[in-house]
């Protein structure tokens, strides 16, 4: 079982600015089965992209995602008031437990 | 669009059963889909708990698997999750989601459960 470690803790960043978040596997993993989430308080996690590239249905193009092998990224080009949030990665497994999850970036307005 | 919805008491007490059901609308549960349970509690984060196919096909984590049961009901479109013997830990925010590719895509807005006596 891969486990995922995200960074920063947390990122301080102003609406307008580019924001860059990391997400590490322990051991190499399939790019196409990686997901990023965004939850806001209070509210579900909302899926924004997968199987590493891949924005969901009504994702803006101001999110992307990159990244192969241990590393990977999610990118928020230009930052807007409704993007600070938590975001969260995950990774689908071969054998249960089927999705883990990184701990959790928090993105705060500075 | 496809929509979930949990339901089922806030509260249980220690050692007790917690049972949540979920309710999907918006498509049939039937039909070629996965269904998982996740929960979120401060201490651990975002968990994966199991999924159900709507054959009644599931997979379960292995670190709940001797206290959970997922099952369908088709004709209610809905399905369900019970966990027993509920300790302190397994207070969470439980949440229904619909499997997509390699992720999950379909999320609902999430059942606080307390275990507490």
């Known amino acids: 079982e891969s486990v995922l470690t995200q960074s920063p803790g947390t990122l301080s960043l102003s609406p307008g600015e580019r924001a860059t978040l990391s997400c590490r596997a322990s051991q190499s993993v399939n790019s196409n089965y990686l997901a990023w989430y965004q939850q806001k308080p209070g509210q579900a996690p909302r899926l924004l992209i997968y199987?590493?590239?891949t924005r969901a249905i009504g994702i803006p193009d101001r999110f992307s995602g990159s990244g192969s092998g241990t590393d990977f990224t999610l990118t928020i080009s230009r930052l807007e008031s409704e993007d600070f949030a938590v975001y969260y990665c995950q990774l689908y497994g071969s054998s249960p437990p089927l999705y883990t999850f990184g701990q959790g970036t928090k993105l705060e307005i500075k | 669009q496809v929509q979930l919805q949990e339901s089922g008491p806030g509260v249980v007490k220690p050692s007790g059963t917690l049972s949540l059901t979920c309710d999907v609308s918006g498509g049939s549960i039937s039909i070629s889909n996965w269904w998982s349970w996740i929960r979120q509690s401060p201490g651990k984060g975002l968990e994966w708990i199991g999924e159900?196919?709507?054959?009644?096909?599931?997979s379960y984590n292995p670190s709940l698997k001797s206290r959970v049961t997922i099952s369908v009901d088709n004709s209610k479109n809905q399905f369900s999750l019970e966990l027993t013997s509920v300790t302190a830990a397994d207070t969470a925010v439980y949440y229904c989601t619909r499997n997509g590719q390699v992720s999950l895509d379909s999320w609902g807005q999430g059942k606080l459960v307390t275990v507490s006596s």
């Open positions: 159900i196919h709507g054959s009644g096909r599931t």
């Open positions: 199987a590493a590239f």
